[in-house]
């Protein structure tokens, strides 16, 4: 991070002239204690890294049947897209579309935006509309609740547990693998590190 | 953290939410702020209207708070039987049948996680509007909270998905979605953009930025 630099806190509007910050280390506000820099080491390799990584782990996670279910000899697997496209045909169109947003369609637009940004970034290029694109990231961030689908996955299975049996599918693990990949990409990419290798002379 | 002792609002600076850079304010009689040099968001010193907006979607969520608790969510039919769950019902059932933990997670998620949010932007909105200097720091605290807990309510919505798509064999057992579910997923929504229109800087406004930090020479 460069030193020196005078940056307003988000969440109280102080202004602070940053200090030098180490790898790993962050910098807090000093009146609110929110966190103003955060840089890791290797940080924009690791998201990079980590949201290709995420994008294979969607596509698997929705390529294959999440859960099983067999109750009185029969069968049934599902996809979540099935799930979905389910409540679609009940009626439900507001509720599919917003599982279809929370689920499948943020995560997917946070890591394609991530790579966007990041990948050219690695080959010391710039991708045209950067900042444009990290516009849009902010506002899918907070609807993509992967974590969240995580916990819905869990207690549904208990719920059915007494009246099935439930078989978790490959899908399941690919959704639990993804929430700590998502978690630890968005956690090794510090927005002013990229800013900052974008300024750089080329 | 060294600070300046001043907040970017009273230096004539914008900070861009967005990628937060610092942009020199233009004066109010040349209209607003304009956009971010870098990153085109749209500038603004505070949110806009952002004590107005949040009342709107507080009150608008504790309306719909009372049809999503109040109608059915699911309606389960079983070799001819058909039972309709509420929220609350469901959580009943969990602790009839003695599942204390799921109980307790559906609970907490779909009933106690969106009625205390929405006490919270509501004290926060007060406490904005009355000018408070009551422990700014603990209410922007509060205000983080706010944030990252109202996407747990969004639990119960994908326990319906997941249900409906599972059980869903024909006369056997059967789950559909009701509109107790609609409404419900409305609220879930409703409070996550009231608590993205508050400002937590409004919070600091009516303080001097002197009084906490200290100042190395
Ligand atoms: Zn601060
Ligand atoms: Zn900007």
């Not at chain 1, 009146?31 to 294979?56: F, Q, S, Y």
């Not at chain 2, 500038?43 to 999503?68: C, D, E, M």
């Not at chain 2, 929220?87 to 009625?115: E, K, N, R």
């Not at chain 2, 979605?177 to 929504?189: D, I, K, L, P, S």
Request: net charge positive; charged share 15%; proline share 5%.
């Amino acid at each position: 991070m460069t030193a020196g630099h005078i940056m307003a806190c988000h969440d109280c509007d102080l202004l602070h002239r940053l200090p030098a910050v180490a790898d790993g280390m962050r910098a807090t506000c000093c009146r609110c204690g929110a966190a103003l820099a955060r840089p890791k080491r290797n940080g924009l390799e690791r998201a990079l890294a980590l949201a290709v990584t995420g994008l294979v782990l969607l596509a698997l996670a929705n390529s294959f049947p999440f859960l099983g279910f067999k109750i009185q000899g029969q069968a049934r697997e599902t996809l979540l897209l099935t799930g979905i496209r389910q409540l679609y045909t009940q009626e439900m169109q507001g509720v599919a579309v917003l599982v279809f947003i929370t689920t499948v369609l943020a995560p997917l637009a946070q890591l394609l935006v991530l790579v966007y940004i990041l990948l050219p970034l690695k080959l010391n290029r710039r991708a045209p509309g950067m900042f444009q694109v990290f516009r849009w990231l902010r506002t899918i961030e907070p609807w993509s609740m992967m974590e969240v689908f995580m916990l819905g996955i869990l207690v549904s299975v208990v719920k059915l547990a007494k009246m099935a049996q439930i078989i978790p599918g490959i899908a399941a693990f690919c959704f639990m693998a993804l929430i700590f990949v998502l978690a630890a990409c968005m956690a090794s990419l510090d927005p002013h590190v990229v800013w900052e290798r974008w300024e750089e002379p080329q | 953290m060294r600070p300046v002792a001043r907040t970017a609002q009273t230096a004539s600076l914008v900070s861009c939410t967005v990628c937060h850079l610092l942009v020199r304010r233009r004066p109010a009689s040349a209209g607003p702020a304009g956009e971010c040099p870098r990153c085109g968001a749209a500038l603004h010193s505070r949110k806009p209207n952002s004590i107005a907006r949040t009342w709107a979607l507080v009150i608008a969520a504790f309306v719909l708070y009372v049809p999503a608790n109040v109608l059915p969510i699911t309606k389960v039919t079983s070799l001819g039987m058909t039972q309709s769950d509420t929220i609350m019902s469901g959580v009943i059932y969990f602790v009839q049948t003695g599942m204390w933990p799921i109980a307790l997670v559906i609970f907490i998620a779909s009933i106690f996680v969106p009625v205390l949010k929405l006490f919270m932007l509501l004290f926060l909105v007060i406490s904005v509007q009355r000018r408070s200097t009551w422990r700014p720091k603990d209410r922007t605290r509060l205000y983080r909270i706010t944030e990252a807990v109202g996407r747990w309510s969004m639990t119960d919505i994908f326990v319906v998905t997941i249900l409906v798509a599972l059980v869903h064999l024909g006369a056997l057992a059967n789950i559909e979605a009701q509109t107790g579910a609609v409404f419900f997923a409305a609220v879930v929504v409703i409070t996550m953009l009231a608590a993205m229109s508050f400002d937590p800087r409004l919070i600091w406004d009516v303080k001097e930025p002197q009084d906490e930090c200290e100042y190395p020479a």
